[in-house]
């Protein structure tokens, strides 16, 4: 069965220092995802993408956060400056039409 | 009270019995969906009902839902050990575009043995 594959599955990083997240839709997904979740709490919506463009975004995905499908296969997930808040679960999804999302296993990201 | 409200929040039952989570939610939805995480771990869909469906079976997992209470329900029938994890209801408003899942809180089931 297709998967979206996310790597890697643990990062830590130091605060204020870069992070990319990368996630492998499944090939033929035309809308792609991203969540978070922080130990304990609900998933919550970051970001949705389609057509090589940001169709939404929630007050989280403030300017420090952006999204790029480089290359046709991969979608990354980039936090400029991390803050000890970013700490959580993140999640990729993606979907080919109005049903069936998949999500990736995850990257827990720990910021110290 | 946000989309997507599991109660109860924490469930602890006898293996073997039933385990019955519901989820309320606020707006029309195009379909609900139900996931199950293990501690720590993924995401992993069990079930999605669309809005014009009442119940929905798959395997030992029985999903209703009721559009004029916008409430649905997850039945997990003869609970095992395995099951013991955490369940999200999601509301999906997609018609056209991109749109996005909406979350509840969950509902933490422990089976004991």
């Known amino acids: 069965e297709p998967e979206v594959t996310q790597t890697p599955s643990h990062q830590v990083t130091q605060m204020g220092q870069e992070v990319i997240l990368r996630c492998v839709p499944i090939?033929?997904?035309?809308?792609f995802y991203w969540y978070r979740q922080i130990l304990g709490q609900k998933v919550e919506f970051l970001v949705s993408?389609?057509?090589?463009?940001?169709?939404?975004k929630s007050e989280i995905f403030d300017d420090q956060f952006s999204v790029e499908r480089p290359d046709g296969s991969n979608f990354t997930l980039k936090i400029r400056s991390t803050k000890l808040e970013d700490s959580a679960m993140y999640f990729c999804?993606?979907?080919?039409?109005?049903?069936?999302?998949?999500f990736g296993s995850g990257t827990r990201l720990t910021v110290v | 009270s946000q989309q997507g409200e599991e109660d109860p929040q924490a469930l602890s039952i006898q293996e073997g019995e039933n385990a019955t989570m519901n989820c309320s939610y606020k707006?029309?939805?195009?379909?609900l969906q139900w996931y199950r995480q293990n501690s720590g771990r993924g995401l992993v869909h069990l079930i999605l009902?669309?809005?014009?469906?009442r119940e929905k079976h798959s395997g030992r997992l029985r999903v209703t839902l009721d559009t004029s209470k916008k409430s649905s329900s997850l039945l997990i029938t003869a609970s095992r050990a395995a099951d013991t994890a955490s369940y999200f209801c999601a509301t999906d408003r997609s018609m056209q575009g991109a749109q996005k899942l909406v979350f509840g809180q969950g509902t933490r089931l422990t089976i004991n043995p």
């Open positions: 707006t029309s939805i195009n379909n």
């Open positions: 090939s033929n997904h035309l809308y």
């Open positions: 999804a993606s979907r080919e039409t109005a049903y069936g999302y998949t």
């Open positions: 009902i669309r809005s014009n469906e």
């Open positions: 993408f389609y057509n090589n463009e940001i169709s939404e």
